[in-house]
């Protein structure tokens, strides 16, 4: 079968399964923070934990993306989507089934951030070889569409079955879920692998890993530990441990810091001695890739921060059930929605640049309702508001 035939079979059929990856993998944290106030109750944990475990799965979706990318380059990236989807499917039944909030985290949570690790890059990896042109276009505005989809019907869908059944229902149902993209990965086609052999770097991704880990927890473990004074127990998560009177949330995030400062140093010797390594000097010397990394890193502070703060204050202060939150924040989705498959589809010519700095201002304006809508009972309108143009940004 010739290349041009291949690419037609699987021009619309194959587009399915990527983007319902994409809402398993952007919807996953959105139900966990809709089951705030019933893990709190049902696992015994405290919102420290639940923190925890949100962290754990951007952590490692965040600290493995591009050991997924490189083993997508090495195995091929429909095999590698295949294992994130397994993965993540495991995952969420062991999610569903803990019965603690040690298993939760460290065995499902864990599992799932893994897998998304893997299928992420594999939908970038695969739609630039599925797809050309306008085609092109139009698959990434339906993957962008598919993450404000997921964060329009996860909280939604979520919220049903948490107030209608339990949160290890809503859990089950997301492995069922991620069960279905791993059988609808028949329909993907595949793109050749790079002619030019690529070696696992081991050595780079244990340091990345070991130092994204140490910052992350350090910086995440201030609020508990305390940011110089140490908050000591009895306090539920105290600081573990004293270093110089002080609390070790900065000496850890400060490690975890100077560890990827000498990342850099090693993965130039390891891309000069084997011509490629976890992070290639292009990463930090092509000023495109630069920017498209800064983005990235912006966009995904921006969703953690807003979903965490947002939703944790609309049902703990607010007392909003968790349906009343999924309808809640499909303010932000519905935007969202419109905006990433109409520019593609009306405005296939528009600068990217244009775009990107647009949706930049629109985000950070809608900071100013969302603050304003806060009061000690709950929120008004401006809260609506300040979702809606978040979701266009």
């Known amino acids: 079968m010739s290349t041009n035939s291949a690419l037609s079979k699987y021009k619309f059929l194959g587009l399915f399964p990527l983007v319902m990856a994409q809402i398993g ?3 996953d944290n959105s139900v966990l923070t809709v089951a705030t106030a019933s893990l709190l109750a049902s696992l015994n944990a405290t ?13 490692c979706a965040g600290c493995l993306m591009i050991v997924g990318g490189m083993v997508g380059l090495i195995v091929g990236w429909k095999k590698t989507f295949r294992i994130g989807a397994a993965m993540c499917a495991v995952g969420e039944l062991v999610v569903a089934f803990s019965g603690n909030i040690f298993m939760f985290t460290w065995g499902g949570r864990l599992l799932v951030g893994i897998g998304a690790s893997f299928l992420i890059p594999s939908v970038l990896g695969l739609i630039p070889g599925l797809y050309q042109g306008n085609d092109r276009a139009f698959a990434f505005g339906a993957i962008g569409a598919a993450t404000g989809i997921a964060s329009c019907l996860g909280p939604i869908a979520a919220g049903f079955l948490i107030d209608t059944f339990d949160w290890r229902i809503a859990f089950s149902c997301m492995a069922v879920y991620f069960t279905i993209v791993f059988l609808g990965s028949l329909l993907v086609g595949d793109v050749p692998l790079p002619e030019q052999k690529v070696r696992f770097d081991l050595k780079g991704t244990v340091v990345a890993v070991a130092g994204l880990f140490l910052l992350i927890i350090g910086i995440s473990k201030i609020p508990v530990w305390g940011l ?7 306090v539920i998560g105290g600081s573990p441990l004293v270093l110089f009177g002080m609390s070790p949330a900065l000496f850890i995030a400060l490690l975890g810091l100077i560890t990827l400062v000498l990342l850099v140093r090693i993965e130039r010797n390891v891309e000069k001695t084997y011509g490629s390594c976890l992070i290639p000097s292009s990463f930090l010397t092509t000023p495109q890739v630069r920017s498209g990394l800064y983005l990235t890193a912006m966009l995904f502070l921006c969703f953690g921060g807003s979903f965490f703060l947002v939703i944790t204050y609309l049902q703990l202060v607010a007392g909003f059930s968790a349906i009343m939150t999924g309808i809640a924040m499909s303010a932000m989705a519905i935007p969202m929605i419109v905006f990433s498959m109409g520019i593609p589809k009306f405005s296939p010519d528009a600068s990217p640049k244009k775009i990107c700095r647009t949706g930049i201002a629109m985000i950070a304006l809608s900071t100013i309702p969302m603050a304003l809508s806060l009061n000690p009972y709950g929120v008004n309108w401006l809260m609506y508001v300040g979702l809606f143009f978040f979701g266009a940004g």
């Open 25 to 27: 993998t952007s919807g």
């Open 47 to 59: 919102m420290s934990d639940i923190q925890l475990a949100n962290i754990i799965y951007s952590l």
């Open 228 to 234: 110089i004074d140490p908050i000591a127990p009895p």
